[in-house]
C-alpha cells in the first residue's frame, strides 16, 4: 500500500518562508513522478511543481516561479517544496502526489497516490 505523508504546514506572514516535506511508504521517490498541488478555499486544485525522476526535469506554475523549489531527497524517500517570498494567495491545502509512471505535467488526474494535504496559510 502506498501512503504519503505531507508535513511543514502552518501560518506564515506574507514574505515569509515554508518548507513541506512528503515522505513515502510503499513508493520509492527515485522512480516514477512526484508534484505538488494546492487547492484554496472555493477553487479547484491547481498543479504547482512537478519532478520527473527518471532525468530530474522540474516544473512550475507560473505563479510560484522562482519563489518555490521541488527537489528530492532519495536516502530519506522524501520530497520537499521550499517556499519563499510567501504571498497570502498561497494560502490553500498543499497536496503531494505521485505516480508510477514517469511524465512532467501538473495534472491531478494523471497521479494515483495522493497525500492527505497540509494547511499553508499566509497573512498579509
Known amino acids: 500500500e502506498v501512503q504519503l505523508v505531507e508535513s511543514g504546514g502552518g501560518l506564515v506572514q506574507a514574505g515569509g518562508s515554508l518548507t513541506l516535506s512528503c515522505a513515502a511508504s510503499?513508493?520509492?521517490?527515485?522512480?516514477?513522478?512526484i508534484a505538488w498541488f494546492r487547492q484554496a478555499p472555493g477553487k479547484e486544485r491547481e498543479g504547482i511543481s512537478g519532478?520527473?525522476?527518471?532525468?530530474?526535469?522540474?516544473v512550475y506554475t507560473d505563479a510560484v516561479k522562482g519563489r518555490f523549489t521541488i527537489s528530492s531527497d532519495r536516502a530519506k524517500n522524501t520530497v520537499y517544496l521550499y517556499m519563499v517570498s510567501l504571498k497570502p494567495e498561497d494560502t490553500g491545502v498543499y497536496y503531494c502526489?505521485?505516480?508510477?509512471?514517469?511524465?512532467?505535467?501538473?495534472?491531478?488526474?494523471?497521479?494515483?497516490?495522493w497525500g492527505q494535504g497540509t494547511q499553508v496559510t499566509v497573512s498579509s
Open positions: 510503499g513508493f520509492t521517490f527515485n522512480h516514477g513522478s
Open positions: 519532478l520527473d525522476s527518471s532525468d530530474g526535469r522540474t
Open positions: 502526489a505521485a505516480d508510477r509512471r514517469n511524465f512532467l505535467v501538473l495534472n491531478p488526474d494523471r497521479f494515483d497516490y
